[in-house]
């Protein structure tokens, strides 16, 4: 039985309307791929947000009373709150109370597929919940399962302070470990072409490693349904073999406890040759997902040379293909679920593979 949710945001005087308004759809296609069932969205108009209650004292009373009339089960903020913010407007609702946050780790740890990926999340979930204890010593009680909780489990939920440190502190070792068999897998293939693909998630990265190399990765229209990287190799018809490797999907406000612990995961993008930057073409707000996926990059450090691929143009006219094409000469344009646009990728793989 999926949860019934409220998704909650703040527009302040300052803020782009469009850009809250795109986040707030984001938040919703968060909180489906998360299982919940959106009943109702409450968005919040002030200069500057409440210390206290963050959209308001009388707004979270306005809000309680949805909650009570609709029987909802989560409240999902689009922005990130305090602990103390989040305790009261949890004790007004009769709800549990989440951010963005939560939801994208809570995805992170539904998808978790491989030792390593349920070790990232887990850490990166502790990181978090430790950053937000209140005193020392305070335990953490059980928030009694759901959206956002899933991970670690009841009993590290119960950990203190210095318990939750010594569980980050083991979970780094075994990630250490990780690292070192990456490192060994990296150097016995040092001499082939890595070529890696990054963008924002559901931008078609599976869908296009399964043209191009048969792999079977799950392909599914919901964020974050991929973790794991997975790397295969790709013989092209004119006989240049190179590395393909599928990585996690980025989006914007990417909790950095979560870069943070994939990092591992994502330096197989800073050992790659080359990278294809796909973008998700017809949605409206492709901009602002290239610049979130270049955030990402630069914050891991990372500046490999990339060739920027338009996906999905069979869901394009031609007018807006036209214009794309004029606006961004050096792009490749095409559509992984059809094949459209595959020779031309090739062709330009192997040429900068000769150029290396």
């Not at 997902?289 to 990402?296: L, N, T």
Request: aromatic share 4%; proline share 3%.
């Amino acid at each position: 039985m999926s949860e019934k949710a409220i998704l909650v945001s703040l527009v302040t005087g300052r803020a782009n309307p469009y850009e809250a308004e795109e986040s707030l759809e984001e938040l919703g296609r968060l909180a489906h791929t998360a299982g919940a069932q959106v009943i109702d969205i409450v968005v919040q108009r002030r200069q500057r947000p409440d210390p206290a209650y963050f959209i308001g004292k009388g707004k979270v009373e306005e809000l309680a009373k949805g909650v009570a009339d609709s029987g909802a089960t989560l409240v999902v903020f689009d922005h990130p709150l305090s602990p103390s913010q989040a305790f009261k407007i949890k004790e007004a609702a009769g709800c549990r109370v989440i951010d963005r946050s939560e939801l994208i780790m809570g995805i992170f740890a539904l998808h978790a597929r491989t030792a390593e990926a349920r070790i990232q999340v887990e850490m990166a979930q502790l990181q978090y919940r430790f950053s937000r204890l209140v005193g020392a010593g305070l335990q953490m009680s059980d928030p009694g399962g759901g959206i956002g909780t899933r991970g670690p489990g009841e009993k590290q939920l119960e950990l203190d302070r210095r318990k939750i440190k010594d569980r980050i502190s083991a979970l780094k070792k075994e990630l250490k470990k990780v690292e070192v068999q990456r490192q060994t897998q990296r150097k016995s293939r040092s001499q082939i072409f890595k070529v890696a693909l990054v963008g924002y998630t559901n931008a078609g990265k599976s869908t296009l490693m399964n043209l191009m190399s048969k792999a079977g990765v799950k392909v599914e229209d919901r964020l974050f349904a991929t973790l794991d990287a997975t790397t295969r190799q790709v013989v092209l018809a004119s006989g240049h073999k190179f590395l393909l490797t599928d990585t996690v999907g980025f989006i914007r406000r990417l909790p950095h406890q979560l870069v943070a612990s994939f990092k591992a995961t994502l330096e197989e993008v800073a050992e790659a040759d080359l990278m294809l930057h796909l973008v998700d073409t017809p949605h409206r707000a492709r901009q602002e997902e290239m610049d979130a996926v270049h955030a990402v990059l630069k914050d891991l450090k990372i500046d490999q040379p990339e060739i920027l691929v338009f996906n999905k143009i069979d869901k394009l006219d031609a007018k807006t293909l036209s214009e794309l094409k004029w606006s961004h000469p050096k792009a490749l344009f095409i559509s992984a679920l059809e094949g459209q646009g595959r020779r031309e990728l090739e062709q330009a793989i192997a040429e900068r593979m000769t150029e290396n």
